[in-house]
């Protein structure tokens, strides 16, 4: 049995399919992402210090992924305090792990763009639950081969740091 759908009915049924999608879509609520939940009792967080143990260090980034990472989750997490602690309920840590430039395109014989790879190893630590899980989480930025690492790391910082940190806070408080 053979069904042909011809082009007078594409429209209608096209139409009625994206206003089910759409009511689907508002309807849950699936990608809100300020409704991030936690199990009630968890009621302090503690995030140590992000270190380079990079082969390459940029001065720069263990710091800011900290404070943009303490922010993030002090302004998604309602629930829960940031405390200074080792009591607390979670304890998140890490470090960078990879800090790698590499030739990722090739024009004329001579490199035309070039990779940074920024990795971070994760820690997260539920005590509640006495419950240990690590995760490695990693980005490339591409940036024009005229520009040196300096060049390219002034124009990329903004842009690793939100990567990453979202990457981190998605990785334990979004049920991904």
Not at 27 to 44: E, L, Q, W
Not at 116 to 132: M, P, Q
Not at 147 to 162: G, H, K, P, V
Request: net charge neutral; glycine share 2%.
């Amino acid at each position: 049995m053979k069904f042909i759908l011809n082009t007078a009915n594409k429209k209608p049924v096209m139409f009625l399919l994206l206003v089910a999608v759409s009511v689907c879509f508002t309807a849950c609520g699936i990608y809100t992402f300020r409704d991030v939940s936690i199990p009630d009792n968890v009621k302090t967080i503690k995030i140590n210090y992000i270190e380079n143990h990079a082969s390459i260090i940029n001065p720069q980034l263990s710091p800011k992924i900290t404070d943009q990472f303490k922010q993030k989750v002090s302004s998604y997490i309602r629930k829960a305090s940031l405390v200074n602690s080792d009591n607390a309920d979670y304890i998140i840590g890490g470090y960078v792990s990879a800090y790698n430039v590499s030739t990722s395109a090739i024009s004329s014989q001579a490199a035309a763009t070039n990779r940074l790879t920024v990795a971070v190893h994760l820690i997260f630590n539920n005590t509640l639950k006495n419950e240990v899980k690590e995760y490695d989480i990693s980005h490339d930025f591409d940036f024009a081969a005229s520009l040196t690492l300096t060049q390219a790391e002034n124009q990329l910082l903004t842009d690793i740091i939100t990567n990453l940190t979202d990457e981190m806070f998605n990785r334990i408080f979004s049920a991904w």
